[in-house]
């Protein structure tokens, strides 16, 4: 991937001096700006990836430089710089679009951390756009039927497979317990009578043990080949034994049936940056509803 390229706003020549040795020292290519308008002249030179913007800049507000930043740049991460005592204003700041801030004073660790931070936001979403385009071709190509009839549905072989990876790292069942009934023992502990045990298939999910880079989204992961060398109690969204779900075959079937629908007809792209939290309780998902931007194809 390319040198990241940042630019630096700040009134003051000591701090922009120190983000820029900081900065460089990253692997990262910085331009400096110490006031608003150049700035601005220098975002509409330049399409930078990362702005480091204080919020006093002399006379003018750098809040303000916020939307004319991004009208210029939409995809640039603007990280504002304020002093503890005005955080507040840094929370309106992400509210208008920044991507996040930095109380001053800060460190170098923090610097590098926020850095990595877009890197792999950068490099995943590079990746996201690639597979969005692989579902939309196969959406496309299985045809503009109203109703997905079982048959086509297996044809959406890439979109199961999104789906099972999806699942995989976000299994809605991420706990299932079981209560033993008599002393047994299992993986060489004793259990005795009435004790809960705890299976995680969340964990499960990302142990490293059965699944290589566990933590990153890679649908192709469930192709054949691959699926066929797992251990085939690695991946259990669904159970299994006697009690596992009985809508397994359905569930699968309408989800493929709602990304086939919402797919070839639209595009989503999340409204806001925040990060995602999430809430676990019977079912793991996300705590707060996911603001997105739909658009027609
Ligand atoms: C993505 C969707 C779904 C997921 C991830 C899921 C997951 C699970 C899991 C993990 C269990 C085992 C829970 C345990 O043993 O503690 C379970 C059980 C069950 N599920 Fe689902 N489920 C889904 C959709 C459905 C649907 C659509 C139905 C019904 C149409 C359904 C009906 C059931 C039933 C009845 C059980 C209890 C089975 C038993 O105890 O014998 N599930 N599900």
Known sequence: MRNLAVLVVDDEKNIRHTLRICIESLGADVTEASSAPAALEAI????????????????????????????????AAIIVM????????????????????LPKPFTPAEIRHLLERIRVQRSTSVRLADLEERLQAEADAAGASEALGLGAAE????????????????????LITR????ADELGGFAIAP?????????????????????????????AAADADERHKF?????????????????????????????VRRFRLSRATN??????AQINLRPRSNLMMTVETR
């Open 194 to 222: 009435r004790t809960d045990v705890f299976i995680s298939p969340y964990m499960l999910h990302r142990h490293p043990e059965f699944w290589s880079e566990a933590e990153a989204f890679r649908p192709e992961r469930f």
């Open 274 to 279: 925040e990060p995602i939290e999430f809430e």
């Open 234 to 262: 690695a991946y259990i969204p669904f159970a299994v034994g006697p009690r596992h779900c009985i809508g397994e075959n359905i569930a699968m079937f309408e989800m493929l049936v709602h990304m086939h629908t919402m």
């Open 179 to 182: 209560r033993a009934i008599e």
């Open 82 to 101: 304020t002093a503890y005592a005005t955080i507040e204003t840094a929370v309106e700041a992400v509210r208008r679009g920044a991507w996040d801030y």
């Open 44 to 75: 509409r030179r330049t399409r930078f990836d990362v702005v480091f913007l204080d919020l006093r800049l002399g006379t003018d507000s750098g809040l303000d430089l916020i939307a004319e930043g991004l009208a210029e740049n939409p995809n």
């Open 155 to 174: 044809a959406l072989s890439f979109t199961h497979q999104v789906l099972q990876e999806s699942l995989r790292l976000y299994p809605p069942g991420w």
